[in-house]
Structures are given as C-alpha cells and as structure tokens.
C-alpha cells in the first residue's frame, strides 16, 4: 500500500458508515503515526447470527487490520456466566464454558468471513473481572455519576417511562470499560447504541492512569423493509444466509435505502457508489441499482462466482418467470404439515406469520402456480413452493 | 424481671423514641416469642464523640440488651479503609488499621456508659466484604431498581437540586445489607435517617434465604436551641461532656423540647415523664422540670452524685449569684489571647462565635463582672471566665 492509498483508507476509517468518533482528530492522529493499534470489539457468546447490519463494525475492523493494526476480540463470558438479569427466578449461570466455547466456534466461523482470525487475538473476560474485589469495584463506581448512567439513551428512555433499571444493569459499563484497561486498547469500537458503554473504556483507563483509548460507533442500517431488523419481522439479512436467499432478499430492500446499504454493507469505492447514486438520481431502474448491491454483497459472503450465479438464477426466474436453478431444499418426514417444516426452519418466523401469508394467497406451488389455502395442508411428494414474491424453497420427501 | 414487668418494657421498646418499625408486628411477635434476638447497628469507625441524640438509638439497644437480647456491632471498617469518596484526588486508604483500633476504643469508652459491652459481639465487616466477587456484588446489584435507590430521601433530594451522586454511594446499602446476613441479624436498628440502609439488608437476606430482619429507626433530636444538631453551632451535648457543662446546656433547652428530651435522652418511667409534663402545662416554671432533667441525664453519663452536684452548683450560681462550686480549669501558657484557647478548647465554636459574644458584652471576669471588650484580651493570672448566662471556665496560668 503506497502512501495515497494508506491516507485514502484513513479517510474511509473515519467517515465511512461512520455514526460518532470520539476524539476524531486524536484517533485521526493515531492512525497517522505508524502505530500498531490495538482495537478492540467486545461481543457476547450467545451464538446468535450475525446479520449485515451487524456486520458492519466487523467490517470496519477489517480495515483497521488491512493498515496492519491488532484487533483484540473480548468473549464477554463473565456476564454470560454469572447469569441473565432477566431470569430472575433461576439464578443459574446463564451459559456453561461448553456453551461457551461452542458459541465462540460459531462466532469465529462467521467474523471469519470478515476479518483474517489468524493475525487477531481473543480474551475472555472473566480472566480479570472475576478477580476485582469489592473494594476495586466500589473506586470504579467512583468514577460515574447516577446523573451520567441516566443520561445514557437506554436508561434515559426507560427512567422517563417508569420502567424498572436494575443496579446492576448500571455495573455493566464498569465491566466494559475495565476490560479496555485489560487489554490495553488504543480504539474501541461497537454498534449505534454502544456510545456510552465504549466511552466508559475512557474513564476506566484514566482512572488506572493509562492512556484513553478513541471510540468510534457506526451507523445503524434498517432492514429491508425500512423498519429496525428483528428476526421477527423477517426483514434481516445474515451472513450465513443462502446466496439465493441473500439475493432474494436484497432485491427487496426498499428503493430509498439502496444507496445506505452500498455503503454499509459493500465494499465498493466510493467513486462506484457515487456513480450509482448519480444512475439512481438519473431515472436508472432501482432494480438494476440493486442487483449490483445483491451481487456484491453475495460475493463477500459466498465469493463472486456465488454472487454471479445468484444474479443469473434471478434472471432465469423474475426476468423469464420460471424458477431458479439453486433452490434450498428442505428434507421433510412423511405426514409433517408444511407449516411446521418452514417455522422450524425460520423460513416463517410464526404461527401468525404463516396464517397471513396463507390468507394472502402467498404460498403457491411454483411449479403449477396452485395457491396453497389449507393452512394445514401436508405434502405427499418432490414440490417447489414460492413463499410471497421471490422465496422459493423445495421441499424433498 | 416478671412477665408484666416484660410486657411493659416490650411495650416501651417498641415506641418510645421511636420514628418507625417495619414490620411492627413481626417485631412484636418476635419480641414474645422468648427467642434470644441478635440486634444490630452498624457504625462507622470515626473516633467522633457521641451526642445524646445519636445516643437515642443505644439507648435502644440497651432496652433490647435488659430483655436478654444479644446486640452485635458492625464496625464499618471496610469502608473506612477503601477511602473516602469525596476525596477524589488522594486514593490512599482513609484509615489505618491502627486508626480504626484507636478509634474503637474511643466508640467504646463512650457506648460503654450505656451497653453492657462484656455481653455484646462486635464485628469487622472488611472480614466478609473484601471477600466478595464482581459476580456475587452484580448478583445483589440486580435485587435493587435505580427507581428505589432514588426515591431514597438523600438521593431524590440531590438528584433533583441537579447535585451529582457517585454511583459509588449506590454500592453502600448493598454492603450494610450484606452485614445483615454475616451476621444473622434478626433486627436492625438505626438513626433516623437510617431507614433505606437497614431496609436494604432485609432485601439481601432475602436473596440469600435467609429470614428477613425487621428494622427500627429511632427519632431525630433537634439541639438544644430546636436547630439540628451540629457542633458548629454549639447546640450539641456530648455524652463526655463535664458534668456542669452538660448541666449547664440543658438548662439552655428551649422550653417547647424539655418534654421531648425527658422521652429521649432520660431513663425516667412514662409515668414520671406524663407527671411532668403535667405539670408544665399546669404552669410550672419550666427551669424546674428542666433541673430534673438536666440532673437526670447527668447521672445517666456520670452517675448519680454528679448529677446532685450538678444541681447543687446551679442553684448556688444562679439562685445566688455566686460562682459554681465546680468550675471547668483549662491551664493556658503565659500571653496566649482567651480567643485561642477558648477556640481550641471547644468552649466557643469559631472566631466569627468568639467576635459575636465580645460585641454583645457576654464575655465577662465573673468575679469582678468586668466585661471583656477585646476580642484578643490576654488574661495575666487566674481567672473565672462567664461566657453568656451559664457557663463558667477558670482560666488557669
């Protein structure tokens, strides 16, 4: 990397899918010196999907480690074990090493899409947090006033509206930030809603006298349809989603978002995305607009003859109305009502959800283009179904 | 002791000085059941002489003590050696453990007049405190809402005048509330400003499952000129106050608290008390019932003859003229102005107090009746000093 480009990247690094940098031009500065930084992410091991919007801070990483600075992943398994605030009753650790370990494993598998695992570290934070006593912990708690945890978004919205904050919900920066002393981070790192918990890193360090690391938090992408992501309303985009099933769901991202998710969720320059911004503001068909975002989002994920095919299958179906070539197949026992096969497979994220798409019509058999109105109805045999406009999926007795 | 007898101390113990008992009927069951109760206060290793008001709450425990109960001192320790919050810039311990030794002996000299302190137990809770982990504090953490911890009077008060609160300060009932389950305390008591902490440790008990103590806080004393208490003003009596300057101050009592102080500083049965306060409303002279007071509270701290001594002296100064039999000496170096050492004995509280009496003319030669006009008079030989109506010091050179 010549000198251009390494400058050109540091802009990227700071204002690409960018929501706040705090202190930008101390990070700014730290880029520049040739420093080998250590940035850190934290993240909980529940093993959940990482979807695009989340992915989008993991993509900012990769750039850091593509100027050659040191990601520093922390496992928050200390929360994690000592058990969910939530669960009041049973005051069981929420997760068991094993649970862990399996957890981190699926973590690894999908940031390992993203970011070169070989050159980053990973730390669990129990190692240290287990070991503060009450007398350290109280000095920490020191350093925050009630004044600045309630002016916290999160609790200032909860507070406002009656709604119970737990005391211990107030401890959890504590343990954010000590971590960031742990490990000596230069730059923290989190999604749109992590502002303060990053922050907290600050004080943290200070207080133990070390340098205070910059925190960057990126943007916030909504799903498809315009609305927050939640699996629940089936408008989120994984990363371990099928090619086919990615594509499909791209190419229903609603027109005004299409110029955000090239920014946040490709990995085209800057002068591309201009340019099809330009093509947009010009009259071009946002369809067309966004079967380069499905592509290349495809290709990121599955590699770019993935992207291809998926682009060529849908060509084959919306373009010629047939099916597409690579349809998911669903291996089902005799005798199961479809409806089960596609809830237990997150195809249909509910009962209800499954009842409206019947009662609209949605549910067809794509290769007769029968409508399927029996919300109990079983399959006897080999059948595609086409679930709304674009899903297709082949159920195999 | 007979079974009436008990009764009626029951009775007494559960309302005379009494600002609140949660659960009073619990307490009352507990009471009559003829179990060995473990009685609990906490109190923080300061060295700080003890006044009458917060002897209220001894008192109470001493009531406790003659029903057999068994009374168990926390001394705060761990706090004390953790630092104080407000001194922000020095993190060093606020005591020592020499400190806290030297500082106990002081409290017990003092609780000693009261309690029977061979049959009471006395704790450190550094002993349990430091041993507890980040997971076990977040644990106790999650059985307190920010909401409760802010509709505490002392919190709500400053958070709404804007006045930041450490979120160390949230950390202190969750320790007091763990003494109660060190210890296995079947009540708690406190000083009137004490209800959250001693509630606090019912809520930790329960998270423990441990049966829940009941809680007593005890009524506040105003001082002798009906403002709160505070040495800076002068109107605090001390338990180690001299006999005649302990006589002399509560001859000082605004008429409209000598028949609270008969309730919550004395020993006297309800009967005398309503006897008493009978009479003032029949018209007696109020520096009657103030005398029985004042002698009253003198035996209680220096045994029954001071307290006649006391009273004999009081009426020699003041029914004759004269000067008291027993004057306080305090022996000053040659050319020392009375202001300083007036000051530094406690005898007058500040400069500002001093420059006040001088200008009003209260600071007399009590054998010449001499008024002193200058505020840095130096005394050349022995002198009997009147400050104000009452009281009498013996200059010694």
Redesign the interface.
């Known amino acids: 990397m010549n000198s251009t480009e390494k400058e050109q990247k540091i802009n990227e690094i700071l204002t690409r899918g960018v929501e706040e940098i705090f202190i930008k031009k101390d990070l700014e500065e730290k880029l520049r010196s040739g420093k080998t930084l250590r940035v850190k992410l934290g993240f909980d091991p529940t093993g959940a999907k990482i979807h695009i919007g989340r992915a989008i801070v993991l993509r900012k990483l990769k750039a850091f480690q593509e100027l050659g600075h040191t990601i520093v992943f922390i496992v928050g398994d200390?929360?994690a074990?000592?058990?969910d605030?939530s669960d009041?009753l049973e005051?069981r650790p929420m997760l068991s090493d094993e649970d862990i370990q399996k957890n981190l494993t699926t973590y690894k598998e999908q940031v390992g899409k993203i970011i070169d695992l070989s050159k980053a570290e990973f730390h669990y934070n129990a190692t240290w947090?287990?070991k503060?006593?009450?007398?350290e912990?109280?000095?920490l708690?020191?350093?925050?006033?009630?004044?600045q945890?309630?002016a916290r978004r999160n609790?200032k919205d909860r507070?406002d509206a009656?709604t119970?904050?737990?005391?211990?919900?107030?401890?959890y920066p504590l343990?954010q930030g000590y971590d960031s002393v742990a490990i000596n981070s230069d730059v923290e790192l989190g999604g749109f809603d992590q502002l303060f918990n990053v922050k907290a890193g600050r004080v943290i360090q200070k207080h133990y006298g070390k340098p205070e690391q910059n925190v960057m938090v990126t943007q916030m992408l909504e799903g498809i349809d315009g609305r927050k992501m939640s699996t629940s309303w089936g408008n989120v985009i994984n990363t371990t989603d099928e090619p086919s099933d990615m594509y499909g769901k791209l190419m229903a991202v609603r027109d005004d978002l299409i110029v955000k998710y090239l920014w946040l969720t490709t990995e085209l320059s800057s002068d591309d995305i201009n340019a099809l911004d330009q093509q947009l503001k010009d009259g071009e068909n946002p369809r067309n607009i966004k079967m380069r975002l499905a592509r290349e989002v495809v290709a990121l994920y599955h590699g770019a003859k993935a992207g291809e095919d998926a682009e060529a299958d849908f060509i084959g179906t919306f373009q010629k109305g047939g099916i597409p070539e690579h349809v998911e197949e669903i291996v089902v026992e005799n005798n199961v009502p479809i409806k089960d096969v596609l809830i237990k497979k997150e195809i249909v994220s509910s009962g209800t959800e499954w009842r409206r798409l019947v009662e609209e019509g949605a549910i067809k058999n794509a290769e007769t283009g029968e409508i399927i109105s029996d919300p109990f109805c079983v399959v006897k045999e080999n059948t595609v179904l086409k679930i709304g406009k674009k899903r297709f999926v082949k159920i195999v007795i």
Chains 1, 2 share one sequence.
């Open positions: 200390f929360t074990k000592i058990g605030p009041k005051k947090l287990s503060l006593t009450f007398a912990i109280a000095e708690a020191e350093s925050f006033s009630v004044q945890m309630l609790f507070y009656g119970e904050i737990s005391l211990r919900e107030f401890l343990m």
